[in-house]
């Protein structure tokens, strides 16, 4: 599956972005999908999880309650909506596609990722 990441930009502290990952190329339902974020000298951190019917969702702690994932089965693309924004947001956000079952809050159970998009959070 081919995944397309959008959305990412610029926003003072406190504002809003939603992020949206398009996908294609294979049956969308089949995965599971998720968000990470790589801040400059970091490693690549979970963010947030979606089961396949949108049914199981997850967050790290440090954006649960400001961010929300969500997706379009019909329309084959995830969101995740980023709201109370802080400069320790700033990354650049993958979304990321796994056939694997269960909570998938690690990287290595994802077998394909998006290109990045970068946020910026400026205070």
């Known amino acids: 599956v081919q995944l397309q990441a959008s959305g990412g930009g610029l926003v003072q502290a406190g504002g809003s972005l939603r992020l949206s990952c398009a996908a294609s190329?294979?049956?969308?339902?089949?995965?599971?999908m998720g968000w990470f974020r790589q801040a400059p000298g970091k490693e690549r951190e979970f963010v947030a999880f979606?089961?396949?019917?949108?049914?199981?969702?997850y967050y790290a702690d440090s954006v649960n309650g400001r961010f929300t994932i969500s997706r379009d089965n019909a329309k084959n693309t995830v969101y995740l909506q980023m709201n109370s924004l802080k400069p320790e947001d700033t990354a650049v956000y993958y979304c990321?596609?796994?056939?694997?079952?269960?909570?998938?809050?690690?990287?290595?159970?994802?077998?394909?990722w998006g290109q990045g998009t970068l946020v910026t959070v400026s205070s």
């Open positions: 990321a596609a796994s056939i694997s079952a269960g909570v998938l809050t690690t990287t290595s159970p994802y077998n394909y």
């Open positions: 190329g294979r049956t969308f339902s089949n995965y599971a």
């Open positions: 979606v089961n396949w019917s949108g049914g199981r969702i």
